[in-house]
């Protein structure tokens, strides 16, 4: 499969911005996700971004694309402890694929 | 709003067993997905399946079956138990409308073989 990578843990204080990396090998990447999984559940789909976009703002999340370096970032701005959780970032690629990341364990402390 | 279910939320089987777990959703969609999650090595695709009775091999088929009789339904098979496929199985469904191809999830199945 394809490689997506992503660090395992992130540790921000509440009110804090916090920035989560991604990064990933296929170029023909057409669209790329960030999900959200919270303890116990399956993932929910937070945003996705097309692969000709530099970058889009949803309320607190901005994700950037750098498709040149084929890295992609999540911002989540004034963090909240609601928002402790894993976070994958995937790629859609052929037809019927996607590829994950492992996931980022993002720790919110009050 | 996308429903998938999971039969079990919770199970435990013994080496050798023959376990199904059932994946069903309620959107319509053509496309069904088997993973795995363990942590550090993030979701792996196991199967998938783009319409009845199709399907396909993912990264990780090995030790795995499964059947889609219904579109709704799509089951994954293990024939034999083993403690390596102690995991949290995921299942997800996807449609061929719209333009972000969203997969939807299910809340997972913990499998514990012992």
């Known amino acids: 499969g394809e490689d997506v990578e992503q660090s395992l843990f992130l540790s921000v204080r509440e009110g804090d911005s916090s920035v989560i990396n991604c990064t990933y090998t296929d170029s023909s990447s057409t669209y790329l996700y960030w999900y959200k999984q919270e303890p116990g559940a399956g993932l929910q789909l937070l945003t996705y971004i097309f692969s000709n976009m530099d970058m889009k703002q949803d309320q607190r999340l901005t994700v950037l694309l750098n498709k040149k370096d084929k890295h992609l970032s999540l911002r989540i701005a004034d963090t909240q402890t609601g928002d402790s959780a894993i976070y994958f970032c995937?790629?859609?690629?052929?037809?019927?694929?996607?590829?994950f990341g492992s996931g980022t364990k993002l720790n919110v402390k009050p | 709003d996308v429903k998938v279910t999971q039969s079990s939320r919770y199970l435990v089987k013994r080496t050798g067993e023959k376990v199904f777990l059932e994946c069903v959703q309620d959107m319509d969609h053509e496309n069904m997905f088997w993973y795995r999650q363990d942590p550090g090595l993030g979701l792996r695709l196991i199967y998938f399946s783009y319409d009845v009775k199709m399907k396909e091999k993912g990264d990780i088929p090995e030790g795995y079956s499964v059947s889609r009789e219904k579109k709704e339904r799509f089951s994954l098979i293990l024939e034999s138990a083993s403690t390596n496929q102690t995991s949290m199985y995921l299942c997800?469904?996807?449609?061929?409308?719209?333009?972000?191809?969203?997969?939807?999830f299910g809340p997972g199945t913990r499998l514990t073989v012992t």
């Open positions: 995937a790629e859609r690629t052929d037809f019927n694929k996607f590829y």
């Open positions: 997800a469904s996807r449609g061929e409308r719209g333009q972000s191809y969203e997969q939807y």
